[in-house]
């Protein structure tokens, strides 16, 4: 039996290569991702959800994040942020406006820091249209796009039938196409059925997808789930909106659940608060906080304590660890009390809320109007405003 060597100099044209030589070459590391847990550096993704179940505030949110490096939904890193295209099949420029705003002033940003945020809305951009391919492509090698994001699918289709594999292999292939000409990732938004959370159509579709983010509703939650080819499965997480009528501002958000909700909210508004803040003015279980408040960080939170380790360095303690410096500020050493810290004009006020029969940090007040962390809001008398 000939060897491959002997066998590859009569192939005209190899397209083959040995795995032993793939192997050789140095390790390309771990996946690496253009959004942490949701979306992988230059694949195919494609966010998925029923109707009416934020797609496109989900969408908009991750553009904002990308191009400004922020976190997106309030909890996903951007390790390389840049320019951002997004073609909008079913907003208008004054529907982007006002969400636009909404989601900036949600953030604090200055809305000039949008500028690598770049939109096409209602043009009636079609896959199936050379002219139109041929104008994506160039714009996908104009700029060194983070991302490109095609919102909605079927609206972009043209006359093909979804369900046809024959009809949607094409314009599968072309948004292939695309991003290797963009060398970036390419996003689809898709629709579900109303009963499930595979895409609607054709089965290539869940074929193609190299990250999915789905949105999904489950026991009056609404849940968003990230699954990828090359890596692991990521939530679900509670996706939540959270709309101030007010500030006319929208804060999307993904956590783990209703203490990690309430301690990035509390964030928000405190940025500089410590670990103790937190956990004091949210009177929540102190352990538990503090990995939130660490995991909200990014890791950089104050770390959960250990057992005091006051000796000597050198000296040990039976049944405890071996002494050393102390781990971290405010430790004493045994038989002697702390001074007392006087607690006023440390903590954000706080007000007893007559609904919930329970008193409530005050998040803020304006015009007249005092706004609680449960929601609530306590309108002054006219004489006291």
Aim: proline share 8%.
């Amino acid at each position: 039996m000939s060897t491959p060597e002997e066998l590859i100099p009569f192939c005209e044209h190899p397209f083959f290569e040995s795995a032993a030589k793939l192997l050789s070459e140095p390790d390309p590391g771990p996946t690496p991702f253009l959004v942490d847990e949701l979306i992988v550096e230059r694949m195919i993704a494609v966010l998925v959800a029923q109707a009416k179940r934020w797609k496109t505030w989900t969408l908009l949110d991750l553009g904002i994040a990308i191009v400004t490096g922020e976190k997106a939904l309030g909890r996903f890193d951007v390790p390389t942020p840049g320019p951002v295209l997004l073609v909008l099949e079913e907003s208008g420029r004054a529907a982007i406006h006002r969400r636009l705003d909404k989601l900036v002033r949600g953030r604090a940003l200055d809305p000039s820091r949008l500028a690598d945020l770049y939109f096409a809305a209602n043009l009636g951009v079609r896959l199936d249209s050379k002219d139109w391919q041929e104008r994506l492509l160039d714009a996908g090698r104009a700029m060194p796009w983070r991302l490109i994001a095609l919102d909605p699918l079927a609206r972009m289709t043209g006359p093909g039938d979804e369900n046809l594999q024959k009809d949607m292999a094409p314009l599968l292939d072309y948004v292939r196409q695309l991003r290797e000409a963009s060398d970036s990732s390419v996003l689809y938004v898709h629709h579900t059925p109303h009963d499930g959370t595979r895409q609607r159509g054709t089965s290539d579709l869940e074929a193609y997808w190299e990250s999915k983010i789905t949105i999904y509703d489950s026991n009056e939650e609404r849940l968003l789930k990230a699954e990828h080819r090359e890596a692991e499965t990521f939530g679900p997480f509670e996706l939540s909106l959270a709309f101030d009528a007010t500030t006319q501002t929208v804060r999307p958000r993904a956590s783990e659940g209703e203490l990690e909700e309430r301690v990035r909210k509390y964030l928000d508004e405190y940025p500089e608060a410590s670990a103790n803040d937190v956990v004091k003015a949210l009177g929540t279980g102190r352990k538990k906080t503090l990995e939130v408040v660490s995991k909200a960080r990014g890791g950089s939170g104050s770390e959960i304590p250990e057992p005091p380790r006051n000796y000597p360095s050198g000296r040990e303690r039976e049944g405890g660890s071996a002494g050393g410096p102390l781990r971290a500020p405010g430790t004493t050493p045994d038989g002697s009390l702390g001074e007392v810290v006087p607690t006023s004009g440390n903590h954000p006020p706080m007000r007893m809320c007559e609904k919930h029969g329970r008193e409530t940090r005050v998040e803020r007040v304006a015009a007249g109007v005092t706004y609680l962390a449960c929601g609530c809001f306590v309108i002054a008398p006219e004489a006291d405003r």
